[in-house]
């Protein structure tokens, strides 16, 4: 029988963690329950509501459908580690602003599915945002203010680059 | 897309410096919100806390002949296993009834189940551990044995003499039934040119928080208090709930509650799980946390909806209706819930049905039954989206009938807008409706003529598309009459607080609750423009029995029109009682001054006399240079219930522009309008929200949601894969206008908005679906979810 317990090496928004994990564990529990970094949502643990969003190695994932385990020697972001780089600063304002949230309970993870769309630099379409979110559930606002949001922040880094 | 403030509209009586009425003011909480740094009850983590699981009934009905929990207790981690009958001893069952609903029934409900399991999810053992994955390993350990019992599933057949009675001491499996007449419904009937009659049937769906209920326990003996942290809508309502069943002084229980995960009428009842909770902290003497997880989610939280409506419309050749009937029947699982009860949705349906129009005859059937299917209850806009597809098919079918176009049919018979005040036929009561005034809004927003010829143009090339309208009513702001007459210590009155803090900025604690609606932002704006300060002065503290006035919380769309009226009436007797201080300092007669930007200045000139700051300096900390005799009065609080009305009744219309693609029946939603009258509109941008959201939840429940049962009451889709919710990429685009009749029961005359989404959505979205099929002869599909299948069979493809 396999270990159950393994040692990892987790940098964890720029930390270096080092901790003892059950291989049960998935790393969004990871988060929550041992680092005590509870910004990343658990809705569905079944990777359809996306509430869990978060950043392994630049790309994001399921927290819920990636085991801490197979975190060892990953680079990990969470909102907290991405709020407090400022790298989307602008998209947090435009979705205060544009209320494209009300219970925020979705808003980590369609923040974090939101820049990995806008990295691009391109301007998305809206058609092509409410694709890009198809994965990320919200019950509250009915997805329109998030397109405004996610459109207003592409077109203004666009110009702003140009 | 740009993002703009508007600016505010001249309200005379609110046009004050500081006015906030009226404005999308950005709500205050949202930072900690985008950054990850809110605090949900599902991340509450408290000193010795231990975690609850469940093991629950695989059966829908089953005697429970014995639970063996010896090996579970020696598992890991395990600190205590509890049965219903040990957890008896701690919490006594509650029956789910209400006087003024004449006649509703129901048994007695444990928190967990003592002997008998009567819906499949039901909690049979609790096992507490050092964590939620040890119990669950605990929860694996414990047998039960089942001696199954036939499950009462069908509730057409329900109260059938062979059918099992489920709980024998009720007699039969009636919960509730209402009978209504008004009017000369036979004589509209007989009368009528012609009588259309349909059956509508409503899906079971439910409300997928996306927050799962959460709740945290901590029975603390040295204090002998329990200070619970809960997801809820209601905290003072959960407050006398938990004292009473635990045999505790309500003044023993704090219930506070922070950021909540979503609630849409999911979080305004009491669930047996949750009862459990309460009742585990006061017997282990420690705090415990339980957070549903998404399959406890779908077997637990409340239900909603299924109801079966069988119904026809009277009317004339030149459209005039003569008359209405329903006859409704509902399942609401084996209890009806606790302290609302799961008779006011078919109640609603009952009241609202035929709502928006001049026919006084009516009449209607509502009965509620009994089944072993999980418990149904109150979900966002109870009631009103089956009254108003009911209604509003029907209108439209007669329209097609009649050959009349079906905004005309509804011109010629909506309330008109100088007819108020009124009466409905179910004795509603409207204050002040604009359906008309709407109706044309909606007609221009949306370019009605330009689409109907667009619709035409592209039958010709085989596209089909349709446009359905939905005319509302919502109940808002409801007074005692929806629960307190019933004897529900369920509050309909709300508080507010405001206190000048030290440095001259203004505190205001609030009865009515957030869940994301915007309910500080909207309490902020009422204050920050009655005390006369900028709104980044005002600070709202929400969401706890210790420190709020006692108040209802939010649901029912009361918290802008309730709370936020008591937070104005607070803010212009705290700008009083600063004025006394003021004048007292200044030696000038209270009424030559005002606050203006958080200055006290001479009314007449503006002139700035006095900072809130030195106010409140001055009131604080030198109170001995005031006049003798002058008491400094800093805090202020104020009450507010709607008294002249029942509820503010509220109106509105939509309309649905779809795509039916005939070979794989798939609806693509093209767009969606609103135009809906909430009276005078606070934040005009979290008003459009809570419409959009709204009809998007109304979209869900036309389309898609839909929680499947088969005929053991065993529910198949109990997920987020099977059971399908609207995500981004399947919406449309929302439009939404507004009229506004302010109800003159309060000074700021606002109405609810929270509901209007739901009510008309689904309704409007049949329509759409059905004016596209009809040109190819396909029956009317009066049963939602409209589904793929549904409409393929409609067409006879399959």
């Not at chain 1, 379409?125 to 994965?135: A, N, P, Q, V």
Request: aromatic share 6%.
């Amino acid at each position: 029988m396999s270990e159950r317990f393994h040692q990892v090496t987790i940098t964890v928004n720029g930390e270096a963690v080092r901790e003892r994990v059950d291989a049960r564990q998935t790393i969004v529990d990871f988060l929550r329950e041992t680092l005590s970094l509870t910004g990343s949502h658990v809705g569905c643990e079944h990777g359809v509501c996306g509430a869990c969003t978060l950043r392994v190695d630049g790309v994001i994932v399921r927290g819920c459908l990636m085991l801490a385990v197979q975190c060892d020697g990953a680079r990990v972001e969470t909102i907290e580690g991405v709020s407090d780089a400022g790298e989307i600063a602008d998209l947090q304002a435009a979705f205060e602003k544009r209320n494209a949230l009300q219970c925020g309970f979705c808003t980590p993870g369609m923040l974090l599915a939101a820049q990995e769309l806008l990295r691009s630099g391109r301007v998305p379409s809206r058609e092509e945002i409410r694709t890009h979110l198809s994965g990320n559930y919200c019950r509250c606002t009915g997805y329109q203010a998030i397109v405004d949001a996610i459109e207003s922040v592409a077109q203004h880094r666009a110009g702003a680059q140009r | 897309m740009k993002i703009t403030d508007d600016l505010p509209p001249g309200l005379t009586a609110l046009d004050r410096p500081n006015s906030y009425i009226g404005r999308s003011v950005p709500r205050p909480n949202l930072a900690r919100l985008t950054q990850g740094r809110a605090q949900f009850v599902s991340d509450v983590v408290l000193p010795r806390m231990a975690h609850v699981a469940f093991v629950r009934s695989p059966h829908a009905h089953a005697r429970i002949t014995a639970i063996e929990t010896a090996t579970a207790r020696k598992a890991p981690g395990v600190i205590a296993v509890v049965t219903g009958a040990e957890l008896a001893k701690v919490i006594t069952p509650w029956v789910g009834v209400l006087t003024h609903l004449k006649g509703i029934k129901s048994a007695p409900q444990h928190a967990i189940a003592v002997e008998r399991a009567c819906w499949q999810g039901e909690a049979v053992c609790a096992v507490v551990a050092r964590s939620r994955a040890e119990a669950e390993d605990g929860c694996a350990l414990i047998e039960v044995s089942y001696e199954e019992l036939p499950a009462v599933t069908d509730a057409e057949t329900a109260l059938d003499p062979a059918t099992p009675v489920i709980h024998p001491a009720l007699g039969d499996n009636l919960t509730f039934e209402r009978v209504h007449s008004a009017g000369n419904p036979d004589q509209g009937f007989a009368e009528a040119d012609a009588v259309v009659e349909a059956t509508f049937v409503f899906g079971r769906h439910t409300g997928v928080t996306n927050e799962p209920r959460a709740i945290v326990a901590d029975w603390n003996p040295g204090e002998q208090r329990l200070t619970v942290y809960h997801g809820t809508q209601a905290p003072h309502m959960m407050q006398n709930l938990f004292a009473k069943h635990l045999g505790l002084e309500e003044h023993q229980v704090r219930v506070i509650t922070k950021d909540v995960g979503g609630s849409f009428g999911i979080k305004v009842h009491t669930y047996a799980d949750e009862m459990a909770v309460v009742a585990l902290s006061k017997l282990l003497r420690r705090p415990i946390k339980f957070v549903a997880d998404r399959i406890e989610s779908f077997v637990t939280d409340i239900h909603a909806r299924d109801h079966r409506v069988t119904a026809k419309i009277g009317v004339n050749k030149d459209g005039t209706i003569t008359a209405f009937e329903i006859d409704d029947l509902t399942g609401i699982g084996p209890y009806s819930v606790y302290p609302r009860t799961s008779g006011i949705e078919a109640n609603q349906i009952v009241n609202l049905t035929g709502g928006p129009y001049t026919c006084l005859n009516y009449r209607a059937r509502a009965r509620v039954v009994f089944q072993n299917k999980n418990v149904m209850c109150q979900y966002r806009a109870v009631g009103h989206p089956i009254a108003t597809a009911v209604t509003e098919g029907l209108v439209e079918l007669a329209a097609a009938k009649l050959g009349i176009d079906p905004l005309e049919l509804r011109r010629r018979n909506l309330i008109p807008d100088d007819g108020y005040p009124c009466s409905g036929a179910s004795g509603i009561k409207f204050e002040q409706l604009s359906h008309h005034e709407c109706l044309a809004h909606l007609d221009a927003m949306m370019n009605y003529a330009g689409l109907r010829a667009e619709q035409a143009r592209l039958r010709e090339r085989g596209i089909h598309r349709g446009i359905g309208f939905a005319s509302f009513i919502e109940v808002t702001n409801p007074s005692a009459a929806f629960y307190g007459v019933g004897g529900a210590r369920i509050s309909s009155q709300d508080g507010a607080t405001v206190r000048l803090d030290a440095t001259g900025a203004v505190i205001c604690h609030t009865g009515v609750t957030e869940q994301g609606q915007g309910t500080e932002a909207v309490v902020a704006q009422c204050v920050a423009t009655a005390f006369g300060v900028p709104i980044e002065r005002v600070r709202v503290i929400t969401g706890d029995t210790d420190n709020t006035p006692y108040g209802g919380g939010t649901w029912a769309s009361r918290a802008a029109g309730i709370g936020g009226e008591a937070a104005w009436q607070a803010g212009k007797a705290l700008r009083g009682n600063v004025l006394a201080v003021a004048a007292s300092i200044l030696q000038a007669a209270p009424a030559m001054l005002d606050i203006r930007n958080g200055v006290v200045v001479d009314a007449d000139s503006g002139r700035e006399r006095l900072g809130l700051d030195e106010v409140a300096r001055i009131a604080y900390f030198r109170p001995d240079t005031l006049p003798p005799g002058f008491q400094a009065e800093l805090m202020a609080t104020r009450h507010y219930v709607p008294r002249a009305w029942p509820f503010a009744f509220t109106n509105g219309i939509q309309a649905s522009y779809v795509e039916v693609d005939v070979d794989s029946g798939f609806v693509t939603l093209l767009k969606h309008w609103c135009v809906e009258d909430c009276g005078t509109v606070i934040n005009p941008q979290l008003v459009d929200e809570q419409i959009r959201g709204g009809i998007v939840q109304g979209i869900g429940a036309a389309l898609f949601e839909h929680c499947l049962y088969d005929e053991r009451g065993q529910l198949l889709n109990g997920n987020m894969a099977d059971y399908l919710v609207p995500m981004a990429a399947e919406m449309p685009d929302i439009e939404v206008g507004h009229v506004v009749s302010p109800t003159a029961d309060s000074e700021l005359g606002a109405k609810g908005a929270g509901e209007a989404g739901t009510a008309g959505a689904p309704g409007a979205v049949m329509n759409a679906v059905n004016d596209a099929l009809r040109p190819l002869g396909a029956p009317a599909i009066t049963a939602m979810p409209l589904t793929p299948e549904r409409i393929l069979r409609a067409l006879g493809k399959v």
